[in-house]
């Protein structure tokens, strides 16, 4: 079908009964489907499967002789399935279990969820065909951003060249080869895997425009339209795509792509394989469980973000244990689980030849010179080292307008001409970023006269929508250096029944404490854009009491924000309508 694919929630657990699994293997049942399911449990780590027996479907029980509580017995026929692997293990070497995907929810309970079909790119398998010298060629131009030679077409994914990301937060670490417009310009097809900032720019894609408005751009069809800021933008760009998940979309007899859902948030992230002869091509982006964690094996180029560091967290937190130890523990630690993730990841997959990327972004700016020198991120070569090391997979730490030759590298991975370097002087890091250019625009938001009426604060956050939860927030102007503006706002929003309290209730409550930077908080108000500028921009510093995750909070302003920005103009007229009512009573 062209539908693309489906997910169906299966079985949902509550926090209680996921607390009660116990080690090893869980029977369970939805009774209102009468469906059965298996989940294996070890420490973390938790993997599940329909309990159906692949051979003629019949049901698994325990099975008496395992001692390590692995295996389970189907009572048609004897076979067993070690649910630890997903391996039927009698008959040996015979088949595997599909797996379920398991969502999370904010309150720690789970659903396990199916995708159908499950192995999109196994629809119409094509042969692989060996690859000539110069026949495919990805070259790296800055973080996400990789220019792809396939035949005689060209594609690009998440063109970043230009401007911060995350409001004024992210810059790039990589000086872009010179000629990257037209490289652009060049381009077949451009592939957006989401829509944050870092991949997609509107600073890009603006000077892009004014060069070739109508190169065709696809996206995946995420609930939150990836474009969903365009006509805001001003960017005038006419043929962007929008197509299903899980279906080929074919670009000549020889190329054709398919974009794939991320298992965490399915509503914005995608990630992609491109199919030049049978030879696949995969980027998983920034996906946490890109397809629900099943992807291809064996594919011929893999990338994959791996730099860690993308988030407020925990480095904007202050108050309770957010202490300069913790915090720096915490990265180490966090960004170790990370590299070894990504390692066996990559392991698993076992490509022929991988390349870490998406994590080369800097804290530039001089007002965010503590983040850059805590918010430490991993270094692709140690990664490329971990994996070296117990794999015979290939690895390429790129450097801006390097080119790997494919299939040079496949035909033979010792060859000296597979990766072409750039030559010797080439600038590789960047040391200008013109903050001033990028940072005026957040100026000129804050001197809007929407913020001289005090009651744009009510008319924001009713357009934001979000209520009926029991968090009250402060909301502090502050400087550059997160010091409280003399002059600015200082408020109190309790979103239980969306007031604005001079004081905080005497009820039980949450409580969150956020300062930010005057310029960028109004400029994300003005336009209506989401929270991701403000929190993994690393715009603001954070205290809550208790301390706790606010996760419906959160997802809604990052995420769930009205489409259209609130209407300005209305409230203008409405605020001088109100102003010249109050002055002709004070004529009289």
């Known amino acids: 079908s062209n539908d693309g694919q489906t997910a169906h929630t299966l079985l949902q657990l509550a926090t209680s009964e996921v607390e009660s699994l116990k080690e090893g293997i869980n029977f369970l049942r939805n009774k209102d489907s009468g469906k059965n399911f298996i989940i294996y449990k070890n420490g973390e780590e938790l993997r599940a499967c329909k309990n159906l027996c692949k051979h003629q479907g019949g049901t698994f029980i325990k099975d008496i002789e395992d001692l390590g509580n692995r295996t389970v017995r189907c009572t048609k026929h004897n076979w067993k399935l070690d649910v630890s692997s997903m391996k039927y293990v009698n008959p ?3 088949f595997c279990q599909e797996e379920l995907v398991i969502e999370r929810d904010e309150e720690n309970g789970f659903s396990l969820v ?13 042969m692989v065909v060996c690859l000539e010298k110069g026949e495919v060629q990805v070259t790296y131009l800055t973080h996400a951003c990789m220019d792809l030679k396939l035949g005689n077409k060209r594609m690009v994914f998440d063109p970043w060249l230009i401007g911060p990301a995350f409001a004024r937060g992210w810059w790039l670490l990589h000086e872009p080869p010179c000629d990257w417009l037209e490289r652009l310009c060049q381009a077949d097809l451009i592939y957006i895997s989401h829509m944050h900032s870092d991949h997609l720019s509107y600073p890009t894609l603006r000077k ?21 800021y365009l006509n805001k933008s001003g960017v005038k760009l006419t043929n962007i795509n929008v197509v299903p998940f899980g279906t080929w979309q074919e670009v000549d007899e020889n190329l054709r792509f398919m974009i794939l859902m991320d298992g965490v948030h399915p509503e914005m992230d995608t990630c992609i394989i491109v199919e030049y002869k049978g030879n696949k091509i995969l980027n998983t982006v920034d996906c946490t469980r890109p397809n629900g964690g099943k992807l291809p094996t064996n594919v011929a180029l893999m990338m994959s973000d791996f730099a860690g560091g993308a988030s407020g967290f925990p480095m904007t937190f202050s108050g309770g244990k957010f202490t300069e130890e913790w915090k720096s523990q915490f990265i180490k630690t966090e960004r170790k689980k990370l590299l070894n993730y990504k390692a066996q990841l990559v392991k698993d997959l076992n490509p022929r030849i991988y390349c870490p990327f998406a994590g080369y972004f800097v804290e530039a700016h001089p007002s965010d010179k503590y983040l850059k020198e805590t918010n430490l991120k991993n270094d692709p070569n140690e990664l490329n080292k971990l994996i070296g090391n117990s ?10 307008g390097a080119t790997l030759d494919l299939g040079s590298l496949l035909n033979d991975p010792t060859d000296q001409n597979g990766i072409i370097d750039p030559p010797p002087g080439t600038k590789i890091f960047k040391e200008s970023w013109d903050f001033d250019i990028y940072l005026s625009v957040f100026s000129s938001s804050f001197d809007d006269e929407i913020f001289r009426y005090p009651s744009w604060i009510k008319e924001y956050f009713t357009w934001a929508g979000f209520k009926g939860y029991n968090l009250v927030l402060r909301m502090i102007e502050t400087d550059e250096h997160f010091v409280p503006l003399p002059k600015g706002y200082n408020y109190l929003v309790d979103f239980m029944d969306l007031s604005f309290p001079t004081e905080r209730p005497e009820r039980e409550h949450s409580y969150e404490e956020i300062s930010s930077r005057a310029t960028v908080m109004r400029h994300v108000v003005k336009h209506g854009l989401l929270w991701d500028d403000l929190y993994i921009g690393f715009q603001t510093r954070i205290q809550r009491n208790p301390d706790i995750y606010h996760h419906q909070f959160w997802n809604h302003f990052q995420i769930k924000l009205p489409l259209t920005p609130p209407d300005w103009e209305v409230f203008l007229d ?4 109100n102003d010249a009512t109050l002055q002709n009573c004070n004529i009289m």
């Open 92 to 94: 040996p070497d015979s």
């Open 391 to 400: 794999s015979d997979v290939l690895t390429w730490t790129p450097k801006p």
């Open 208 to 228: 892009l425009s004014e060069k070739r408005p109508d190169i065709p751009i696809y996206v995946g069809k995420t609930e939150r339209p990836v474009f969903w």
């Open 574 to 577: 409405q605020e001088k309508a």
């Open 114 to 126: 199916e995708l159908s079909p499950p192995n999109p790119w196994d629809t119409d398998p094509r």
